[in-house]
């Protein structure tokens, strides 16, 4: 039994390097979509698109990266930039630390670097926020270095042409597929060839009904030979998402309304958000968030509830919000909302009175959370 599942895993099979490479490349070129970082030769324009591709779809990334490229039109640009503003071109985006890692590691470069681009992954692999994947699809694709890509869609083509049956959310199953994309990865053209290997996963071998008619490598394909293209890859989930729940208070003045800033680490660090703290499920956990905001607001500032609830899904939790309003015609001591979230851990640097999000760096939650208050908010001062 071992060995047939090392046997699986070391995928020795007989795929020619030398006519899959063909096929896939002459197909690319032909079908290939027309996406704006590909017609670009600049290290750190294919860097910052690999970055923001990171979980993240490319109908979404698209506006996304040509707006902060027009605004951060070279790597000197973004490292001289506060750290706010780079977060303020990224919400919306997901996932902030790559913002916050690519602000760093522009920093980094042309500090060791200058006006050379770090080109092997050795040197990639040292800045923040980039890893084996991200290292060589920077280093092949802006320098062609002989360099192999592992994501999502590179694993289900290797793992179908293969049809390699482990789990490939075990370790030992990725990196068996590591050692096949860094087999099949050509000396020349890598680049091209990664490219190529991740445009047919996100296009034609798709995970679910892939279009196997439209593969110009069916014939080299072992899944589909054995029936198995719908089945494979295997990956078992290994653990329940746990969810979170939380309260958060939109209070509206004459100033506008009360933002908290988070501090570093964690989730949506050094972004602006409506003040937040965890409670209880259920309605007793309402009842104590209401309570908890009575005493900090004082009588004439009753906490409304705004209908319903908000559910935000993240890779790693899921988030269900309690939301309240509170108009308020006086001044309120930050330093005692800071006491009333931090009391379970959540750590605000600083609070402000804004009435435009757009004018502070914030997370999409926000603003759903804003649409949603504005049921029963009155319009303010």
Known sequence: MKTRRRDQLTIAHDISRKHLNYRLIKWFKVHQRDLPWRKTHDPYAIWLSEMMLQQTQVVTVIPYYQRFLKH????????????EEVL????GLGYYRRAKHLHQAAKII??????????????LGKLPGIGRYTAGAVASIAFDRQAAVLDGNVM????????IRGNIALPAAREALWTLAERLVPRRGAGVWNQALMEL??????PKNPRCDACPVRNLCRARALGLEEKLPVKHAERKIPTVHLAAVVIDSPRGFLLAKR???GLWEHLWEFPTFSIKSGSNGEDSAV????????????PQRVPGKLVHRLTHRVLYYSLFYSRVNKRISAARFSKLCASDGRNYEAFRWIKNLDHLPVAKITRRIAEAAKIIAPASD
């Not at 303020?88 to 919400?91: I, R, S, V, Y």
């Open 156 to 163: 289900r083509v290797l793992t179908r042409l293969g049809a």
């Open 263 to 265: 501090g570093a680490g």
């Open 72 to 83: 951060f039109a070279s790597i000197d640009k973004l490292a001289e930039a506060p750290l």
């Open 201 to 206: 996963g996100a296009t034609v071998c798709l």
């Open 110 to 123: 042309r500090q060791q670097f200058g006006d050379a681009f770090p080109s092997t992954v050795e040197e």
């Open 291 to 302: 309570a908890r905001l009575r005493k900090l607001l004082g009588p004439r500032a009753v």
């Open 88 to 91: 303020k071109l990224w919400a």
